[in-house]
């Protein structure tokens, strides 16, 4: 054996220590002696649990007779042939597909356009369009939606009046129109980071070889940017689609007033009511779970030939960057508008109600009752600093799992050549497939349902489980670059020097992630902070979660205290964004 | 033809110190092939992408033909789209989302000059042909492998049948074994077509094998410029004897001028050299000796021999480097033959060959000014 010409180590073994290799050889005994395959086997297992329970939950409620009920229960399709049959709810479907469809399709032009602006042309001032794209991770959805529904609230709404001083008409956020209009502003950023990605990574010679040979900008823009872009742009309307289809706020504070529904808020008003229709809700569910899995099957097949092929090449590249000449200003308006209406009309739409006694549209006769009562008033608010306590325990102890759990499947994933690790791979990513509500009410529907030893139900425990289970993929999105970054050689320069497994991973591994393990944290707390789709099936009294409680006060009309409260939280995630943007800049993510 | 005037071009950036391209003059005759050759960062790829029109440079004329392409004086620059060009990428820029003979027929269907896709598709597959890929004309281009990529990205390049061709380190991304097979190709494709060329390298074997002539580069400007066997033979520029691999340098005197050929004084003997420059009696030089003229031998049957210690050798497999110590200075010899069985400390003689090693004038010795002008452009 050769130990020099190797040019590449092997890999860990996998399936032995080698300290012991007589061992190895007995079968599965053996198999289960290496901590790290009893590691994969307890990661594979809780990752199974966390990704299959809910949607399989919701798969058999559909099929089940009687769901939650003391009665005889046995199989049946009646479900789907009832629900199916309805007009109603093929409404439903027009609606929601109507909704998300349009609103994935504005917010990837949008996010695109601005994103080309960025990456690849001269236009002044990026840094609007920059912080516009932060928005969505420091505005929670549903104050993102109370904002909107003050600036455009049919009599008193500040832009409404606005239209009506130029006798133009009002413009009826409670509606289709209106839906589409909050969501994709809310989910544009999104799109523009996919799409800065997606510009920038893309190797400019690629375009330069289509202009030298002769081909015009416009039909290099044509035939070799946008058909190279085409894998994104159709992955970027798929996640927008995927996640419009799937969250809560929008459809019931902008579309139940106007008595538009789509799949979210029928399924939570159908288990508002009493008796609860277990069985219909489940059919939607699947059927949601369906279209998302569909959708992300079909972007797979989509993105055709050349999708999977790296266009991102070392040497010798350079991103291009387009001289726009005079229409550059043009660009510069673009920047300005999005950073106007969807930064700072919103948030200025908050601080503005936030410091009002009762709503009023903005005027010099409104400054006159201008005051901080609201922000007193917080501390008064029946049940509102518990729900932030059980906001912060939640996120905090949600972070901290997925931050345990996610560095283990990358470890497994990417540093053993272990048998399974595929399959662990395959379903930590599951989660994304299975949108939100799904998650929360196949949650509730297997702790309501199984007779498990503790019970669950009603605790705070119920909630860290659906948000561990949402921020999984976001947490591996981190931590697996980062691994990846890793040299073999380190872990094998530790068992070399007579470290244990565990001991290798605490004192190399853990130190060297430090930035990822950061980020992922910090990500996860952020995402489970402002969680509400799934949240609003799980809490009880008294495991309120901060944005179910200002749905609620949203719902009982106390908008001044809603808009300050919102104003403190925006404060708060803003100052855990910054850390984490410090902390990736700061380590850079990539050391070697 | 290309006509180049004072080029020059500085990137943007508080971090930027020196133009990237500082002053370049070059006119590459009708039909010729000229390499740029010079160590990473001397500014090739940016005079490649300069004469392209990829960049625009900040002062500075060029030609294609007879037309001007840009003069940044006058205010004249014509976009990459509209100069009569074809250019082969170091990473080749083979379009992923086509087919090889999609990606040959675009410059022919969204050019300057369009046709018909018939037209087109025979025109693609000539190219095609000519560089020896016609029957994976319908792969799309990711299954193809590297060189063969390289090669579709020639044949796009030539089928618009631009004026003027630039290739940027074409074969720097090619295993040893193709990079000569596609090295030949590119050279017997150019001449059969009678293409001016523009061939970026930083490879001097590269440079030799296919050029009519070498352009030398350093720190954004022309070193030297000459037939490919005249730089290889008698370099005019230390930088370029250097650069070349000519490893021995020893300094000398010159004690006998001569067409072409002075007779030098070194420490250990004499030697008739060829110069490059009419050398003074008296003045100062370094004489360059490439490892493969200096001889070893147990004897001194010549009695020209200077004598030496081995240090230590280098196989190669076609030959051996010997390192050997001569007084306080260390030369290295190329012996082609088997093994002469040389081991460190075995007492040798080095016979330097007659009339290929080159004397050029030592510049420090000759000013003062040279002296800090050389420090400086190696402090940078
Ligand atoms: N986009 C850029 N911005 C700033 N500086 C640049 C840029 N491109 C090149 N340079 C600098 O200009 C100089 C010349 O670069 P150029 O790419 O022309 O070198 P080269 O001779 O092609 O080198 P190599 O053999 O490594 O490809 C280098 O110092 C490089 O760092
Ligand atoms: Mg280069």
Redesign the pocket.
């Known amino acids: 054996m050769s130990l020099i010409s190797r040019s590449r180590p092997a890999p860990p073994p996998a399936l032995a220590d080698p300290r012991r290799p007589a061992r190895s050889t007995q079968g599965l005994r053996g198999w289960f002696r290496d901590p790290r395959n009893l590691l994969l086997a307890v990661v594979a297992l809780v990752v199974a649990y966390l990704a299959i329970v809910p949607a399989a939950t919701m798969g058999v409620a559909s099929l089940q007779s009687q769901f939650l009920s003391t009665g005889p229960v046995h199989w049946t399709f009646r479900h789907y042939t009832e629900t199916l049959g309805t007009a109603d709810f093929w409404t439903l479907v027009g609606n929601s597909f109507g909704y998300a469809a349009a609103t994935a399709v504005i917010s990837t032009v949008i996010g695109f356009g601005l994103a080309y602006l960025v990456a690849r042309t001269d236009t002044p001032a990026k840094f609007f369009a920059q912080v516009a794209a932060l928005v969505p991770l420091i505005i929670p959805g549903i104050l993102n939606t109370v904002a909107w529904a003050l600036l455009f609230a049919p009599h008193t709404g500040a832009l409404n009046v606005l239209l009506r001083d130029v006798h133009l008409p009002a413009f009826d956020i409670y509606s289709l129109a209106g839906m589409v209009l909050v969501q994709s502003m809310h989910v544009t950023p999104v799109a523009f980071l996919m799409g800065t990605a997606a510009f920038s990574q893309m190797d400019s010679s690629l375009e330069e070889a289509a202009l030298a040979s002769g081909a015009p900008p416009l039909r290099v823009f044509r035939t070799i940017t946008a058909r190279l872009i085409r894998p994104a742009v159709l992955s970027a309307v798929l996640l927008m689609f995927v996640q419009t289809i799937s969250t809560f706020e929008v459809p019931q504070l902008i579309g139940v007033p106007g008595r538009t529904f789509v799949f979210v808020s029928r399924i939570y008003n159908a288990l508002q009511a009493f008796p609860t229709d277990y069985g219909t809700v489940g059919v939607i569910g699947v059927f949601i779970l369906v279209v998302a899995t569909l959708g992300l099957w079909l972007s797979r097949r989509l993105s055709g030939p050349g999708a999977g092929v790296q266009t991102i090449s070392g040497k010798g590249y ?1 991103p291009t960057v387009t001289e726009l000449g005079r229409w550059r200003w043009l660009g510069l308006a673009a920047f300005v508008l999005f950073f106007v209406v969807a930064v700072a009309l919103p948030l200025l739409m908050l601080v503005w109600s936030s410091l009002l006694p009762g709503y009023e549209p903005p005027s010099w006769s409104a400054l006159h009752h201008l005051t901080l009562s609201n922000y007193r008033e917080i501390w008064h608010t029946p049940g509102l600093v518990d729900s932030v306590r059980n906001s912060l325990i939640t996120a905090v102890l949600a972070g901290a799992v997925v931050t345990v759990l996610s560095s283990l499947v990358a470890y497994i994933t990417v540093k053993t050549k272990a048998r399974g690790r595929g399959l662990l791979d395959g379903l930590a990513t599951i989660p994304l497939a299975v949108p939100s509500v799904v998650m929360g009410v196949g949650i509730l529907y297997w702790y309501l349902s199984m007779p498990l030893p503790v019970h669950l139900y009603g605790t705070l425990t119920i909630l860290v489980i659906a948000f561990v289970t949402i921020g999984l993929p976001y947490g591996l999105r981190y931590i697996v670059p980062g691994m990846a970054q890793i040299k073999d050689e380190l872990e094998e320069a530790a068992a070399a020097s007579g470290a244990s497994w565990p001991r290798t991973f605490w004192r190399i591994y853990v130190p060297l992630l430090v930035p990822s393990l950061a980020a992922a944290f910090l990500y996860t707390v952020i995402v489970a902070f402002r969680e509400i789709s799934a949240a609003i099936f799980l809490y009880t009294q008294g495991t309120q979660v901060v944005s179910v409680t200002i749905y609620q006060q949203w719902s009982n009309g106390s908008y001044p205290v809603v808009a300050a409260l919102g104003v403190v939280i925006v404060v708060f995630l803003a100052m855990i964004v910054a850390i984490v943007r410090l902390l990736t800049r700061r380590f850079g993510l990539n050391r070697q | 033809m290309i006509e180049v005037r004072g080029l020059t071009k500085r ?1 943007p ?1 508080r971090t ?1 110190t020196r133009n ?1 391209v500082d002053g370049i003059d070059l006119e590459i005759p009708e039909g010729k092939l000229v390499t740029l050759l ?1 160590p ?7 005079t490649l992408r300069l004469i392209a029109g990829l960049e625009r440079p900040d002062a500075g004329e060029i030609r294609i033909g007879s037309r001007l392409m840009c003069a940044p004086a006058e205010g004249v620059f014509v976009g990459v789209h509209h100069r009569p060009i074809g250019v082969v990428f170091q990473s080749y820029a083979v379009w992923p989302h086509m087919t090889a003979v999609q990606n040959v027929m675009f410059p022919l269907q969204s050019g300057q000059k369009r046709m018909g896709r018939t037209e087109a598709r025979r025109r693609a597959m000539e190219a095609l042909e000519m560089v020896g890929l016609a029957e994976f004309a319908d792969r799309p281009a990711p299954a193809l492998s590297g060189g063969q990529q390289q090669r579709v990205s020639l044949a796009r390049a030539l089928t618009r049948e631009p004026e003027v061709l630039l290739l940027d ?1 074409p074969l720097s991304n090619l295993d040893a074994g193709l990079r000569d097979r596609v090295r030949d190709e590119i050279r017997s494709v150019q001449q059969r077509l009678g293409i001016t060329t523009v061939f ?1 390298t ?1 490879d001097q074997d590269e440079a030799l094998a296919v050029s009519d002539e070498v352009v030398v580069m350093d720190h954004g400007r022309i070193v030297e410029r000459g037939q490919a066997q005249d730089i290889y033979r008698c370099p005019r520029e230390e930088f370029t004897a250097r650069f070349m691999g000519i490893s021995n340098s020893l300094p000398g005197t010159v004690q006998e001028g001569g067409q072409d050929m002075a007779e030098i004084s070194l420490a250990h003997g004499r030697l008739r050299c060829l110069t490059p420059a009419a050398a003074p009696v008296g003045s100062r030089v370094n004489v360059f000796i490439r490892p493969e003229s200096l001889r070893l031998s147990r004897k001194d049957s010549s009695g020209r021999g200077w004598k030496g210690t081995v240090e230590f050798s280098i196989y190669h497999g076609d030959c051996w480097d010997y390192h050997v110590r001569v007084g306080d200075t260390l030369l290295r010899s190329r012996m082609y033959r088997e093994k002469v069985g040389l081991a460190h400390g075995d007492p040798v003689f080095v016979v330097p060959e007659e009339e290929t090693a080159i004397a050029i004038a030592d510049k420090i010795a000759a000013s003062d000014g040279a002296v800090a002008d050389k420090d400086e452009s190696w402090a940078k």
């Open positions: 350079r | 990137y950036g930027v990237a010079g990473s960062g001397c500014g090739k790829t940016t380190e970026v930083h």
